[in-house]
């Protein structure tokens, strides 16, 4: 008899987990709060563009429908950096021009996945049913319809979480698992979104294929290319202080903050004054809990599990990840589900914690040193170093972003490759320093 496995959550690690287990033959019933982005509906509250790299396509691929979600998507190779003049620097995320992250609409890739759940006939999607608790020794879900109020009771073999950083299957076990491990932290920084519209033509007013950043030392904007020739501007901010959110709230205010740090974008905004008004600034928070199981009964998946800010663009690729290492531990132990719960956490804990201080420290990166040119003329040595020495020395974020080595190994092997050549600059230093000081007492 095949398992039956109750999932909460149908955003996209929840619609990709489903398709897994759909194709893996097991009975699927999955249950989201909101309604059902297929027809439309935005997923209030979060960012609507995300990075797609190599370990998110490697999960599609498995399920065939990488290529049905590229087709949608904007590829982009770089950077291309706005100093506060307007003057502006392409920095290439790799030396092979064809190594790209790829913009995606979260509506567009939401229902894909979705969509290719719901090819298997043993899986059922149900929308507008809130989880609002979990009984974890009978893995059953109470949820609540909130078309019609009515309470129902989902039960199965087991629950999985797959329901974002502010989980209540996570809140379950934090409640009642003996000896659950939890910790949040937030940055002092929020988030609000904003757009820099189509222009008159339909084109997009930047250069399509980049990612944008306005670094600013303490605070940044970024903004990302979307197919209707827009671009998802997002403002990383101090919630307080001389300059933040807090004290920033009048139109004159707003529109001489911008005018001041973003010049060049400004003309390209015209909504600027009432979405920065109308839109929510969002919260940055880093989740750790542990164990991400309990018994064979409830698992946790993607942001329930290990919530990360969003300055590497994994967090999605991180979930995809999750959902391909825990297929493959049901399938490894198929007659051991607990076992399989904890071998995925085994193999995924460390390197969910590697990327969570990656994810701050990129944060640091790209508002504060990638408008410097030591930054720059790094980039350009660690690309001519990977060329120099191919499968040997390998950039951190081209192992992150463009290979499927694991989080915790590539942070390892970045670390070690810094101590090697930064030793072998010192050393050549101090060589062409010794013959030069002979040369002159000669």
Not at 8 to 15: H, K, R, V
Not at 404 to 430: F, G, K
Not at 432 to 441: G, M
Request: aromatic share 10%; net charge neutral; charged share 25%.
């Amino acid at each position: 008899m095949n398992s039956k496995f109750t999932l909460i959550g149908s955003g996209l690690a929840g619609g990709l987990l489903a398709a897994y287990f759909g194709r893996r033959g097991y009975e699927v019933e999955l249950f989201e709060r909101r309604a059902d982005p297929r027809a439309g509906n935005f997923v209030g509250g979060r960012s609507i563009n995300l990075a797609l790299s190599t370990r998110g396509i490697h999960a599609l691929e498995q399920l065939g429908i990488a290529d049905e979600v590229l087709k949608q998507a904007i590829p982009m190779p770089g950077r291309m950096i706005h100093d506060k003049s307007g003057e502006l620097h392409f920095s290439p995320y790799d030396r092979d021009p064809n190594k790209c992250i790829n913009s995606i609409g979260r509506g567009a890739l939401n229902s894909t996945v979705i969509e290719a759940a719901l090819r298997y006939p043993n899986v059922r999607v149900r929308f507008n049913h809130r989880c609002t608790d979990v009984d974890l020794d009978s893995a059953t879900a109470q949820l609540l319809n909130t078309e019609t109020n009515q309470p129902i009771a989902a039960s199965a073999d087991a629950v999985i979480g797959v329901d974002g950083a502010f989980s209540a299957v996570r809140e379950a076990m934090r409640k009642e698992a003996p000896g659950f491990e939890y910790d949040e932290s937030y940055l002092a920084h929020g988030y609000k979104e904003l757009t820099i519209p189509p222009g008159p033509d339909g084109k997009w007013q930047m250069e399509k294929e980049a990612l944008h950043i306005w670094p600013r030392k303490s605070f940044m904007m970024i903004a990302l290319p979307n197919p209707d020739g827009s671009f998802t501007c997002t403002l990383f901010w101090e919630f307080k202080g001389p300059r933040s959110f807090e004290s920033t709230r009048t139109d004159d205010a707003i529109r001489r903050f911008f005018d001041e740090e973003f010049p060049d974008a400004v003309p390209l905004m015209p909504a600027l004054l009432e979405e920065y008004r109308e839109n929510p600034t969002g919260s940055l928070v880093t989740i750790r809990c542990a164990p991400w199981s309990y018994k064979d009964k409830v698992a946790l998946v993607g942001d329930a599990a290990h919530a990360v800010v969003p300055f590497y663009g994994q967090g999605m690729n991180a979930a995809f990840e999750d959902c391909v290492v825990l297929d493959e531990c049901l399938a490894e132990f198929s007659g051991d589900r607990a076992r399989a719960f904890a071998e995925y956490f085994s193999r995924r804990k460390e390197n969910a914690d590697a990327l969570a201080r990656l994810a701050v420290d990129n944060f640091i990166e790209m508002r504060d040193k990638t408008a410097s040119k030591t930054f720059r003329a790094k980039k350009k040595l660690d690309h001519a170093l990977e060329g120099l020495l191919p499968g040997i020395y390998l950039p951190l974020y081209t192992m992150v972003t463009f290979t499927r080595i694991p989080y915790a190994e590539a942070a390892r092997r970045a670390r070690r490759q810094d101590r090697i050549v930064y030793a072998s600059l010192i050393t050549a230093a101090i060589v062409i320093a010794l013959v030069a000081a002979r040369f002159i007492a000669r």
